[in-house]
């Protein structure tokens, strides 16, 4: 039961509940203690649908603590999923089969396909989603190039996202990286580009099916005011989550502005 | 009993003690978990006169981790209150009378009375304050807004001032917001407008009823300097409590300079 | 047991195990609790050599707590050490000897001596690096001033670490702040000055006797990229240790892109 239950309500409606079809939040983890995951669960699972072990960094655990992680994870409900650099490392090196047996028995629930830093054709890629789907994972595809010199064009950024949608992706994640500056759809100092937002969601049939990598608080806040409540966000540091709720449901000042005057009109 | 007692003598003599009258630690909480608000209290509960559970994310607890949490802070000696986004919230919403009772029920012992985000006038403001206090609240208020673009005049800052202390208020905080940039006495890079500092301690009677919020240490500092060792400060991340410590009394290089130079002329 | 043992291999080789002479990766503590140190030490203890209990913060800590902290450190094979500006404050106040009575006392293994905010002559720096190793200490020296308005001349600083280490210091740290903006080797904006990097290794013997505080993330990669995985790096945020296992070892988008290329062309 929450805390102040039935004591005001909250100025942004609508707020999907879990399992979640939109409004999805994922969690960018670079390393949490078990202590620090229990912390982070026991507080926010109800608001956290998926935690990805970033970059490699869970190729960095004992296999014991690793497993022990995922478990906790995996019994608050929330989904879990090794970074899409590590996926692009093992493609590269040829052992993807391998991967997928490993990540499968460590207890992961979901596979990231990206290509932000290797060169991935459609084919390997198709087939990439494929064999995650066939391992029984929940797959999450990502486009972008985490190097800004290496800039996908805007026509073949929506054939991407049509294809992997169609081998079987449930969403596809909008690469920000975990600074959210001078890459995708950020300037150098992490503002949007709303041009670019605006030409991304032009050609996808609908814009639920992107989850968009939104490290910084005034990203969230733009995507939330231009999307609604329900956007889908990635790279929400930790301590992040509750702040990231209030500002969803109104209860930061960023977005209950927004409802407060609209009242008051 | 302190580790290093007795070795050395602190530079920046005459930190105050709790319960401090001046010296005041105002800790920014986005929702630590109960593992991390113990290290936080174990370590630094000597040094923080309150938390706050900033903007409305203790709306997200669950009723159990809430009380709980605020039971481990009181019994430390430090005083918590909800943010001031949430009350202005219960206001607009004409909620308040319940929104006291509850905050009351679940373990606050401070409120937080702002016009940060909605629009308040003086007679609301001044009821706000005394319903609190008759409810058996420490009261802090707030002014400054939380966009720049609706400055309040300095006057009428200095009106609400000293209106808030006649009505009960024990202190008065300075609004920077999380991030302190572009905000209040703050320009967009953080950096303090030292004649915006000047301004507003120009028309108060006693610059110990300010607390401003500082949550850069860059902002410790010059407030440290200008102010001294007990100025009251805000929006402290948890995890900069002791860096902040040293910064008042001298263990850290941009004060201990100051300091240290004065003892070589 | 690593996790993924045996299902790849990573991009970029030769990372050295403990202990370690060169790959050194010393983290900075501004205060984290037991629970937090535990959690760090259980995910990052293989690759963490050196804990910094950073500027003055040790000296709030109670007894009890400082003492159960280090001992945690020490059980999982870390060094541990206060920061240099406690040292110099220290000195300053002619109670060096009792300083590390005290240290030893407490448990510290390792000593920084530094001047980043005193001045400090050569004869009184090799005196303190002399007394710390006399008491059973290790010690590393460190060159540079907090404040850029100092800069030491470079014939002055190859002179000091050439000394430093003559002295018995086994490692030299660059001064570069908790920041890492503005200070040494790093800009404004915290970019690193490559003619200021060349300048320092060339006057040195082996740049392995060179830690260099690299907070940031893009000054790791820049450092890693230049002196490759084993680079010897200070002031890493505790949050932040397996990301930068992650860029020694080419696991993360920045250092893995370098490998993946060099493999295409």
């Known amino acids: 039961m929450k805390a102040w239950e039935g004591t005001f309500t909250m100025p942004l409606k609508g707020r999907s509940q879990k399992p979640r079809v939109e409004g999805f939040t994922m969690v960018i983890d670079k390393g949490l203690g078990l202590r620090a995951t229990k912390d982070l669960l026991e507080m ?26 995922i478990d906790l994870i995996r019994n608050a409900g929330v989904e ?11 493609i590269w090196q040829g052992v ?53 010199a ?20 449930f969403k596809v994640i909008v690469e920000a990286r975990e600074a959210g500056k001078g890459v995708g759809i ?19 049939a609908d814009p639920n099916c992107l989850l968009w990598e939104a490290p910084l608080k005034s990203q969230q806040q733009q995507l939330i005011l231009r999307f609604g409540p329900n956007v889908n966000l990635g790279n929400i540091p930790p301590e992040d989550v509750l702040a990231l709720e209030a ?3 109104g209860l930061r000042g960023d977005t209950l502005k927004q409802a407060y005057w609209e009242s008051q009109r």
């Open 44 to 69: 926010a699972a109800e608001w956290i649908d998926d935690i990805k072990l970033t970059f490699g960094t869970s190729a960095f655990y004992s296999e014991e603590i690793l497993k022990r992680k």
């Open 80 to 90: 879990v999923m090794p970074g899409g650099t590590f996926l692009e490392v093992a």
């Open 186 to 204: 950020y300037d150098e100092e992490g503002r949007i580009k709303e041009e670019e937002v605006e030409a991304i969601v032009s050609g996808v």
């Open 247 to 249: 500002l969803r449901q």
């Open 96 to 148: 993807y089969d391998g991967f997928l047996r490993r990540a499968k028995d460590l207890g992961f629930t979901m596979i990231e396909v990206s290509d932000g830093t290797i060169q991935m054709d459609a084919q390997t890629r198709a087939r990439a989603i494929g064999k995650a789907l066939d391992a029984g994972f929940r797959v999450i595809s990502e486009v972008g190039k985490k190097d800004p």
């Open 150 to 169: 290496e800039k996908v064009p805007l026509a073949q950024l929506h054939e991407q996202i049509a294809a992997d949608l169609a081998n079987g992706a």
